[in-house]
């Protein structure tokens, strides 16, 4: 049971405690519906214990049933009830990990591009001693004018990460959505931050795909000026406040 714990706790990003908890709700919460009576779970060591109402009066007594005298139906219900609970709890963590991305620059490559003009850009991401592959979406609409259909699997840029947001596919099934932009007037400001390591950089205005304007406190490398340029296919125009 332990095992089975960590394993929980591995996959929905919980520690083994609350594992442990979201287990014995979801365990309780299925055998209350499918008994039409209060049913309590607990899991103690490598034992499951159930306990069950005694009577239909929702009496507060409550009474112990071995769990092998369960039904394969009933536990059937539990597993599935368990799964889909777990499934959730798994994409509601996964969304509050990645919502940290949303506001920052990252470089991905171009997966797939769809008959809408669509790009599904895969990136990775470092989580402790794990890298991982994420995938976003960088819609027609936030694709630089000069730089739609022109794009080319296996190619590889750098996008600003607009929004991550939760979509609920169905009832019990949920999916972690995030919009990539090449049209935000921050994407030249912290690409000009990352190659400059200046913190003192802001773009004040953007047309996407013609020209970026820049105001900076300290004078900036022509050469990350120039880079960024190419990256974005626009003009950079750089002015220094003193």
């Known amino acids: 049971m332990e095992s089975l714990f960590k394993e929980l706790a591995g996959e929905c ?11 014995e709700r979801s365990l309780s919460a299925a055998l209350s519906e499918s008994c039409d009576k209060r049913s309590v779970v607990l899991i103690t060591g490598n034992e499951i214990v159930v306990y069950r109402e005694t009577g239909w009066d929702n009496s507060p007594e409550l009474e112990w049933v071995p769990f092998g005298r369960l039904s394969r139906k009933l536990l059937r219900r539990c597993r599935y009830r368990v799964g889909t609970e777990l499934r959730k709890r798994t994409a ?20 797939r591009i769809w008959e809408d003009g669509s790009l599904i850009i895969l990136f990775s991401l470092d989580e402790l001693f794990i ?5 976003g979406t960088c819609p027609l609409s936030l694709q630089s004018p000069t730089e739609r ?13 607009a929004k991550v947001r939760l979509i609920r596919l169905a009832e019990w099934l949920f999916r972690t959505d995030i919009r990539l932009s090449r049209t935000s007037r921050f994407l030249p400001e912290l690409l000009l931050k990352m190659k400059c390591e200046c913190a003192d950089i ?18 900036l490398p022509r050469e990350a000026i120039r880079e960024v340029s190419a990256e974005l296919g626009e003009r950079v125009k750089v002015t220094w406040e003193s």
């Open 13 to 23: 990003r919980l520690p083994a405690g609350e594992a442990r908890e979201l287990l």
């Open 149 to 161: 259909g022109r794009y080319r699997r296996g190619e590889a840029r750098y996008f600003f990460v």
């Open 131 to 135: 890298r991982r592959e994420i995938r």
């Open 202 to 219: 802001r773009c004040i205005r953007r047309i996407a795909g013609r020209i970026s304007f820049i105001v900076s406190k300290e004078r």
């Open 92 to 111: 509601l963590v996964e969304h509050d990990y990645l919502k940290t991305l949303q506001g920052t620059l990252i470089r991905g490559t171009i997966e």
